[in-house]
Structure formats: C-alpha cells, structure tokens
C-alpha cells in the first residue's frame, strides 16, 4: 500500500506557490488571520478587565476551542458533500457578523463575562465550519506531492501574524479598547471572501447522490476507526491539545500576574510564541528528513514542557518570550505533522470528515485543558498550574513508546475508477436490498498463509468503506475453495462502497488474485435478499438504474 517513488520531503517548501489560487488564499487567509489575533488580543484583555476570575479568563480560549469539538464532525461531513467552497463563503460571512455584533456591543459598553464568551463561542462556531472545508481545499488546491509543503506553508503563514499581529493587537487595545480590536477583525474578512468569490474550482461531478448527513458522519468515524494510523495520530493530538493548551489559556495572567505588564506585554509574547512558530515550519520539511515522526513529535512535547516551565518560573518578560519562542516552534511542527499525516493517510472522498475527527481531537483536548489548568489556577495558582501541565507534557511524550506515530510516507490514495457497474437480469432500485456479496477463490495449501494474512486485510478495507457482516470461510467438501462474503445495505451503497476504492487498495486486490489459481477469474456472486412472502419476494425484469 505505500508507494515509495514520492517521500514527501522531496517537493520543496515554496512549491505550492506556483499555484495561483493557494497564492491568492495564501496571501488573504494572511489579513483574515491577523485580524483574528487581534480580536483574541482584545477578547482575552477584556476578560481581564471584567472579571478577576482566573478561570472565566482561561474560558475564553475554552469557548473557541468548544465549538470545533462538538460540531467538526458534522461539518466535516458537510465539506465532503457539499461545494466547499461555497461552504468557507458562508462561514466567513457569518463569523463576520458575529465580529460587527461584537464590536458595536463592546463599543456601547454592553459586554458581560459570559456575552462574551458567548461572541467568542459563535465565533469558533464559524471557524468549525470553515476548517474542515479549508484545510480539505488545500488538496483541491495543490497536487498531493505539494501538500506536506502547503500545510506547513499555511501554518507558517498563520504564525507570521502571530509573530506581529498580537503585539499590534496589544497596542490597539491599549491606545483604543477592544472594540477597536474587534472592529480589526472584522475588516479583515473582507480580502478573503473576494478571492472565495472568485474562485472556480474545476473538480468532477459525483455521479451519486449525496449522502445524508448521518449516513456521511457514520461513514467517517467508520474510516477513522477503521484506519489504525488515524488513531494513532488522535491520541496523540488529543494528548498535545490538552497539555500544551496551558499557554495560551494562561497567557493573560502570565502577563498581568506574573511579569507585571499589561496588553502590550501580553501582545509581544503572543508575537514570540508566533515567531517561534515560523521558525518551526521553515525548518520542518529539514527536520522530516533528519528525525522519524515519533522522535520529532516527541521533541515538540519536552520542548512545549520546557516553555511551560519557563513560563511557571520566570519574572522577566524576555525570559518568558524566550521560552514562547520554544513553545511556538514546537506547536507548529507537533500540529502540522499531525494534520499531514491524517491528509496523507485519507482519499479525497472523505478528507473532511477525517480532518474534522483530528480537529474535534485536538481541539477537544485543548478545550479541556484550558478549562482545567484554569480551575487549577484558580484554585493553586497560575506557578502551579503550568509546571503542573509541564510535567503532564513530558508524560504525554512518553505515551509514544507505547504507541508511536506511523512514519510519514505517502500512498496512491486516487480513487481507482475501474468498477464498471455489472449487467443484471433484474430490475433493481438504488434503494433495493439488503445485497449480499459472495466471492470464490481457489487457494492452494503452501498460499494459505499470505491468503489469510491479505484477507485480514481486505476485511479491513472492506468494512472501512461501508461493508456490514464482512467474513471468510473454507469449503469444507473442497478445502481448496474459500468464499469471501459481505453485505451492504442497498444497492446504491453497494456502488458507493465500490466507488471507494482507491489505488492503494487494489495493491491488496492484485496480489490477492495473484494466489488464486482457478483456471478463471474468481467469480463474484450478487445476491439480493428476499423476505419469504411472495409480494416482496418478487421483482420485476430489469430495467435501467437510476441512481439519482
């Protein structure tokens, strides 16, 4: 299954680039992103102002975070069946009025605590929509030698603002409120949805009916569950978002409590946990040639502890920055590793629903963990809660030994397209069934333990793309002959199960048939069940498939 000829280090750091439309999303996700530093800047400043409740202040990152747990899933399904394009239109339109909303509440004087929250929960509502359908584009947007590079490009891209746009939000705030941050903000959606706007992407039409959205959410926790590597990268993803996510829910307190210093302060360390990060992604197309991905992900853990630790210690606000700097590096190149490998692990057909999977993971865990350290904080102290996430950090790099991440290498995950749907004698619905799948094979006694080892296999392919009651067994007259069975509930699923395939997966197929060795090729049975009863028993002679 792995296709060696394309390492995924090979293509260069700045080829995406050549690609007008990633250039053009580039270069505008550049204003929308510094806006939306800024807006957190004023959101994370402001929460400081209204309340002195340490945890109400870590809840702010929590209630961004939140949002993208409980509904990527749903909006991922939504990226794979629907035009994603016009979906990212949508929820930039969205998170812009909900930014207008804030900024003439906050401007007025209106802002409570939890209306806040409330803003910044609508907000991360936006940024769920839009993430899986984004983060899934960026395929549409590059060919897929290109995508280790892009996704390290729009993580470096995002932290460029980082590196400048907190400290330039810290100045707003303290020379014009946070009604002026979020009024930022909100202006800066604007250059992202004309190139949106703009955009015509030239991708092929389905030539099936799109899914329900519980029958495409069914079918990618069915993948993601089905596809060890995937589960390997979500816990640890999960692992990294709740104890790295101390930082950045603490941070505002780092900086009143800690160091003594207002926005500003808080602005210029938010830059240098940015800064830190740029640095992380120009060099981790070097590091994925030099380190495996289990020791680099590894590294990024003892690195975000030592930033913790720094954090937990320090009086000095450029002893502190320094650790960020650290802290930052290692962010970006534990995330971007971790959403490549899920890209790279994933066809096309369901990309959004696995990345929206990896991101409810993450994000789950940093929504956890900013609630956490924060009532940890609350109750111990601000000292205790960071060097208490550090030593959980370490812990969670040690989770490793026993479960490391797959190497990153890259599979032909193209759909394979060579399923010609079979000529049938009886006229059948897209809605007919249940169908019940037979395959014979003829396997010689000294195959049998590579048959049986590939079958395993099979099986697993089988039921991640949708088939039920997946089996094998022996003729007991003939022990030679061996049948493969499964079902799918209708025929149209049938179709789609098959439309599935990739070419990763046929690798399995050919050698399969290779062990086979009837004089012709092993005949597959289609079999529809049949109540007892004659009126359902009965149907009439074929007549043409409309799928639609």
Not at 159 to 174: D, E, H, K, Q, Y
Not at 298 to 322: D, E, H, N
Not at 420 to 442: F, H, Q
Not at 491 to 520: C, K, Q
Request: net charge positive.
């Amino acid at each position: 299954m792995i296709d060696d000829e394309h390492d995924t280090h090979r293509s260069s750091t700045l080829a995406p680039f050549r690609h007008g439309i990633f250039r053009a999303v580039w270069t505008a996700s550049l204003a929308s992103n510094f806006g939306g530093l800024i807006q957190s800047v004023g959101a994370a400043w402001l929460m400081t102002s209204i309340t002195t409740s340490s945890d109400m202040v870590a809840l702010v990152q929590a209630s961004t975070a939140l949002p993208i747990m409980l509904f990527s899933l749903a909006c991922g399904a939504i990226a794979d069946s629907f035009d994603r394009r016009r979906v990212m239109l949508v929820a930039q339109s969205f998170m812009l009025i909900v930014s207008v909303l804030l900024t003439i509440f906050a401007y007025k004087g209106l802002i409570t605590p939890w209306l806040l929250l409330s803003f910044t929960f609508l907000i991360g509502c936006g940024t769920a929509l839009n993430n899986p359908s984004w983060q899934a584009s960026v395929g549409d947007m590059v060919p897929r030698e290109d995508l280790p590079a892009a996704v390290a490009l729009n993580s470096m891209g995002f932290n460029l603002t980082r590196s400048v746009g907190p400290a330039i939000g810290g100045i707003i705030v303290a020379a014009a409120g946070a009604a002026a941050a979020f009024a930022v903000n909100a202006a800066s959606y604007i250059a992202l949805l004309t190139v949106l706007a703009r955009w015509k992407p030239n991708l092929p039409a389905s030539k099936l009916p799109r899914e329900t959205l519980g029958a495409a959410m069914g079918a990618g926790i069915r993948y993601v569950a089905m596809s060890p590597n995937i589960g390997k990268v979500l816990l640890r993803s999960s692992t990294f978002g709740f104890t790295s996510g101390s930082i950045l829910a603490l941070l505002p307190l780092v900086a009143r409590d800690l160091v003594q210093g207002g926005p500003l302060t808080f602005g210029i360390m938010l830059g240098a946990f940015g800064l830190g990060a740029v640095g992380g992604a120009l060099i981790s197309g070097r590091l994925r040639q030099m380190l495996s991905s289990e020791v680099m992900v590894r590294c990024a853990f003892v690195g975000f502890a030592i930033c913790a630790l720094t954090a937990a210690l320090s009086s000095y606000a450029w002893l502190t920055a320094s650790g960020l700097l650290i802290g930052g590096a290692c962010w970006v190149l534990a995330l971007s590793h971790f959403n490549v490998t899920v890209q790279m692990s994933t066809p096309r057909w369901v990309v959004g629903r696995a990345l929206s999977i990896y991101q409810m993971a993450t994000f789950g865990g940093i929504a956890l963990g900013s609630w956490i350290w924060g009532v940890v904080a609350e109750t111990h102290g601000v000292e205790t809660a960071l060097i208490a996430s550090s030593l959980t950090m370490l812990a969670g790099g040690a989770i490793g030994f026993a479960v490391p991440l797959p190497q990153l290498t890259t599979m032909n995950l193209d759909p394979l397209n060579r399923w010609t749907e079979p000529l049938l004698s009886l006229d059948l619905k897209p809605r007919s069934g249940p169908i019940a799948i037979m395959i014979e094979y003829v396997i010689q006694e000294q195959d049998l333990p590579e048959f049986i080892e590939l079958m395993a296999e099979r099986g697993r392919i089988r039921r991640r793309d949708g088939a039920r009651n997946w089996t094998l067994a022996r003729d007991l007259e003939n022990p030679d002959i061996w049948m493969e069975s499964y079902h799918t509930p209708t025929w149209l699923e049938y179709v789609r199960h098959n439309t599935r395939a990739t070419f990763a997966d046929a690798a399995i197929s050919e050698r399969i048939r290779a062990l086979h060795s009837g004089t012709e090729r092993p005949r597959v049975r289609r079999l529809i069940e049949r109540q007892t009863s004659a009126q359902q028993a009965i149907v009439t002679p074929k007549g043409p498939i409309d799928l639609h």
